[in-house]
């Protein structure tokens, strides 16, 4: 599994993509979006046309990390396409609902708080 805590930010392509572009395919998409420098410490995640696939790109010190994960029965429930944005941001929490196969927004979950010390 993918190790959330060293992970500042994590990128949707919303809508559907070719998962047939190798790791070389998906990071060409990925650098129109975001300078090299900027994309450390994140991932970026692709879905298929029938939302049963999806590719992780993660880049780390010195590569890029490929990571799949594919349904043998249900669907992720991937946003449409934007488009005015092809990327959409979401927390950790997100991805997390997302892999188990829930929606990005929870009618019924916590707030995630933020606490901040007020000495």
Known sequence: MIDLSKIDGIFLYTGKTDLRASI????????ESFPI??????????????????????LDYDGFWLYQK????GK????????T???MVIDKRQFKWLLDGLELVQKYAHEDIKIRANY
């Open 76 to 83: 992720f429930r991937w946003p449409k396409l934007d488009k």
């Open 70 to 73: 594919k349904l043998h029965k």
């Open 24 to 31: 070389f395919g998906l990071s060409l998409i990925i650098q």
């Open 85 to 87: 944005n092809r990327t």
């Open 37 to 58: 420098e900027m994309m450390r410490n994140k991932l970026f995640v692709f879905c298929n046309k029938d939302k049963r696939n999806i590719k992780i790109i993660e």
